[in-house]
């Protein structure tokens, strides 16, 4: 069976990891969270006290980086390393939530991250989300998913999984940064946050996850029934 491209695009929270992780797992393909990968750069500029208007020192780091992914054997987590070292946990705290909008709207940082996401799904048989995986990454995909969800229900889901991790933030505070970050997302000139005419609408307000990874799951059959692949 020929191998598909699955681009699961939509705003934060909204379930997108957690659904494309699970539709990898059940179609045994490769799964890439590129929000993780921007989270991954902003994290870090930080660190390095880069100023996200340094260009130089923004090429520098770039060019320092390496980042992978590995699944964690109990877990099954599929975790980020940043140079060889896990940085899972560090990349989903509130404050590269704060950043990462103003980070990934460089051109510089969008080029590199999106040539190696191209190289990621070079070889096909991968789910991948995002912002623009079905517009700018893989325009060809046989599948696409551009998800939502009220902002609300996305802000108390981020709360539940800061919680996790020991981080308590105020709900009107997470609202406030989802607001900025959509903002920032479909406005950029880079590559912005927006649906592909092609893609498939899944509004997640109302649904668990399993509806969900069903729904992604319906779409795949029909690309390959639709295309005398199956």
């Known amino acids: 069976m020929k191998q598909l491209v699955i681009a699961i695009d939509g705003y934060s929270s909204c379930g997108k990891s957690t659904t ?3 539709v990898a797992a059940e179609l045994h ?3 890439v969270d590129t929000g993780a990968m921007y989270r991954g750069i902003t994290l870090c500029l930080l660190e390095r006290q880069v100023a996200f208007d340094d260009m130089a020192g923004i090429e520098q780091a770039l060019r320092d980086i390496s980042i992978s992914f ?6 099954g987590r599929n975790e980020l390393f940043l140079n060889g070292v896990n940085r899972e946990d560090d990349i989903r705290q509130m404050r590269i939530s704060n950043s990462v909008s103003e980070v990934s709207v460089i051109p510089m940082v969008r ?4 040539a190696q996401q191209q190289r990621m799904g070079r070889k096909r048989g991968v789910v991948m ?7 700018t990454v893989f325009p060809d995909a046989e599948v696409k998913i551009f998800m939502t969800a ?17 981080e308590i933030v105020p709900l009107e505070d997470i609202i406030e940064n989802l607001r900025k ?6 406005t950029r000139a880079e590559s912005p946050l927006r649906r592909a005419p092609d893609s498939v609408l899944l509004d997640t307000t109302h649904i668990t996850i399993s509806e969900q990874v069903d729904f992604v799951l319906d779409r795949v059959s029909s690309a390959l029934f639709m295309a005398g692949w199956e």
Request: charged share 40%.
């Open 20 to 22: 494309a992780k699970a």
């Open 29 to 31: 393909y490769a799964y």
């Open 111 to 114: 080029h590199a991250m999106v």
């Open 181 to 186: 970050r959509d903002h920032l997302d479909s």
């Open 70 to 75: 590995r699944r964690h054997r109990r877990t």
């Open 150 to 166: 009220d902002v609300e229900l996305r802000a108390q889901r981020r709360q539940d999984e800061l919680a996790t991790t020991g």
């Open 129 to 135: 989300d995002g912002r623009d995986i079905g517009t």
